[in-house]
């Protein structure tokens, strides 16, 4: 099993710029999130995902988009890039049924000039 | 909106010395989960509590949530080399929305 996959794992982009991060999981898990996290700071959600079809914000969902349509994958979309988004990306699942563990991608660093 | 707070932000312990993080949630938690994060790493995760009260031992490593289900803390005897990074709670009030503590970053001196 290769767990929770991110692509890619370096980007840089320029101000308004648009990208998508992909996650993808093959355990067929559930619960997918997206988090930042920013030097010396906490995970902060962006968005998560309880199944396909069905989305939700987190802490911190302006600037981003998210779909899942399908159980796999879970793309996280930068609509236009701004220096404030500079920062690592991680992408998580978990089994949606009782209270799981998150499993962890190995995260996209991007850098937005 | 929920919040969850973690102290101390930094601890640097010389080996073979205790060390404990305490996390704390604006609101009452469903379930607290803890994750250790190696420097340049991703979270993984380690334990997860789900009752009031609950205490559970990993090894050298003792997780604690409180009664009222807004605490938790993690304490690790004796430590290692090893046991460095940073060790961060992630609570849930029952929505699958996890909010993570700010961290606490562990340096062990040899």
């Known amino acids: 099993n290769a767990g929770v996959t991110q692509t890619p794992k370096f980007q840089v982009l320029k101000t308004g710029q648009s990208m998508t991060l992909q996650c993808a999981q093959d355990m067929n898990h559930e619960y997918m999130s997206w988090y930042r996290q920013d030097p010396g700071m906490g995970l902060r959600l962006i968005h998560y995902s309880v199944g396909a079809g069905i989305t939700d914000q987190g802490e911190v969902p302006n600037g981003y988009n998210v779909s899942r349509s399908t159980t796999e994958d879970f793309p996280l979309r930068l609509l236009s890039a701004a220096p404030s988004q500079t920062s690592v990306y991680f992408c998580?699942?978990?089994?949606?049924?009782?209270?799981?563990?998150?499993?962890f991608g190995d995260g996209t660093r991007l850098s937005i000039l | 909106g929920q919040q969850v707070m973690q102290i101390p932000q930094y601890q640097h312990v010389q080996e073979g010395e205790d060390f404990t993080t305490y996390c704390n949630s604006s609101?009452?938690?469903?379930?607290i989960q803890w994750y250790k994060q190696r420097p340049g790493g991703h979270p993984v995760f380690l334990i997860q509590?789900?009752?009031?009260?609950e205490v559970k031992k990993q090894k050298r490593l003792t997780f604690q949530f409180g009664e009222a289900k807004k605490n938790s803390s993690l304490h690790i005897t004796a430590t290692q080399t090893t046991d460095v990074g940073t060790y961060f709670c992630a609570g849930s009030s029952g929505t699958y929305k996890y909010i993570f503590g700010t961290g606490t970053r562990l340096k062990v001196l040899a």
């Open positions: 998580a699942s978990g089994q949606r049924q009782g209270y799981q563990p998150q499993h």
């Open positions: 609101t009452t938690l469903s379930n």
């Open positions: 509590l789900v009752k009031s009260g």
